[in-house]
T-cell receptor
């Protein structure tokens, strides 16, 4: 199974600033996803990060707010832009391998003051 | 929109007892997966069951799938304090190449020593 690391593991940020979260996978994967999980809630898919092309965003999420890069098959970044307290969440990177199983990184816990 | 609905929302049992969690969904699926999440960290994949399967086992875990009732159950036998976590079901839909997972709201399990 893929091993996924995320940086930072947590951060406390000021309103109006931006934070870039990195996701590194130990193997090449085709499908990589970014999720948000607000406190005590389930997972919400933000976007699918496509290698070499623009990310595919879910309803309610836009590129200007959550720009995503995917320069190769092992790495992706998610930026949370112009943050507000409502962006306080855990952000999770996930990859899908052959067979539909998804693996998750440890998450980035973001608090916006 | 969320498809899976787990019940109960919260479950508290004694160590050694069995824990059963249920998941219902609304549309046709390709597969259903169960995940565990400890203390707001990354999710750990437990079992994937496909729509043509009725039951799968993995160690102390047993998953059943009833496609006629659009429901699944996760049974943890001989529970341990370390099983304390949130458990999520996620359905993989029969829909094109994207095949996103649709997540339920989760069951919070507390196993008391």
């Amino acid at each position: 199974s893929a091993v996924i690391s995320q940086k930072p593991s947590r951060d406390i940020c000021q309103r109006g600033t931006s934070l870039t979260i990195q996701c590194q996978v130990d193997s090449q994967v085709t499908m990589m996803f970014w999720y948000r999980q607000q406190p005590g809630q389930s997972l919400t898919l933000i976007a699918t990060a496509n290698q070499g092309s623009e990310a595919t965003y879910e309803s309610g999420f836009v590129i200007d707010k959550f720009p995503i890069s995917r320069p190769n098959l092992t790495f992706s970044t998610l930026t949370v832009s112009n943050m507000s307290p409502e962006d306080s969440s855990i952000y999770l990177c996930s990859v899908r391998e052959v067979g539909d199983t998804q693996y998750f990184g440890p998450g980035t816990r973001l608090t916006v003051l | 929109s969320q498809q899976g609905e787990e019940d109960p929302q919260a479950l508290s049992i004694q160590e050694g007892e069995n824990a059963t969690m249920n998941c219902s969904y609304k549309t046709s699926i390709n597969n259903l997966q169960w995940y565990r999440q400890n203390s707001g960290r990354g999710l750990v994949h437990l079992i994937l069951i496909r729509s043509n399967e009725r039951e799968k086992h993995s160690g102390r875990l047993r998953v059943t799938l009833d496609t006629s009732k659009k429901s699944s159950s996760l049974l943890i036998t001989a529970s341990r304090a370390a099983d304390t976590a949130s458990y999520f079901c996620a359905t993989g839909l029969n829909a094109g190449n994207n095949r996103k997972l649709i997540w339920g709201l989760g069951t919070s399990l507390a196993v008391n020593p």
